[in-house]
């Protein structure tokens, strides 16, 4: 996820702060591998975020406090998981929520677009 961020600071945000990453992220990876750990939530960053690494998919959960405010439901079945996106706020509250991040800080501004570059893209992953 960190080199999406540098990507969209660079191409973007360039007064955007990267926030904090893991130090020995290949470490942690070579644990994940190792146990065959299939699926990892993170959600530092606030945004919907999915990704494959070395066969582990990372899904970044947003958050109920800024921009968009929503949670995920996992559906885990014997066939796969199956990942909804539920908002918690209806279209005015979107789109306060959207204003008030987006006027925090150029770090908030970039985390904020890049959250609604990847609610226009949902879905996010389709492995059917």
């Known amino acids: 996820m960190s080199d999406q961020l540098v990507q969209h600071r660079d191409n973007n945000e360039p007064e955007m702060a990267i926030p904090p990453t893991?130090?020995?992220p290949e470490a942690f990876l070579d644990v994940l591998e190792a146990h065959d750990a299939p699926?990892?939530?993170?959600?530092?960053?606030?945004?919907?975020s999915?990704?494959?690494?070395r066969g582990v998919r990372e899904i970044m959960s947003p958050t109920t406090c800024s921009f968009p405010q929503s949670y995920l439901v996992f559906d885990v079945g014997p066939d796969g998981t199956e990942i909804r996106l539920h908002p918690?706020?209806?279209?005015?509250?979107?789109?306060?929520?959207?204003?008030?991040?987006h006027q925090?800080?150029?770090?908030?501004?970039?985390?904020t677009d890049m959250a609604a570059i990847r609610l226009a893209q949902f879905p996010l992953v389709d492995e059917s």
């Open 50 to 53: 999915a990704t494959r690494e």
């Open 104 to 111: 925090d800080s150029d770090t908030g501004k970039g985390l």
């Open 39 to 48: 699926l990892l939530v993170t959600g530092h960053l606030h945004l919907p």
């Open 22 to 24: 893991m130090r020995e």
């Open 88 to 101: 918690v706020a209806d279209h005015e509250g979107m789109m306060l929520g959207h204003y008030e991040r």
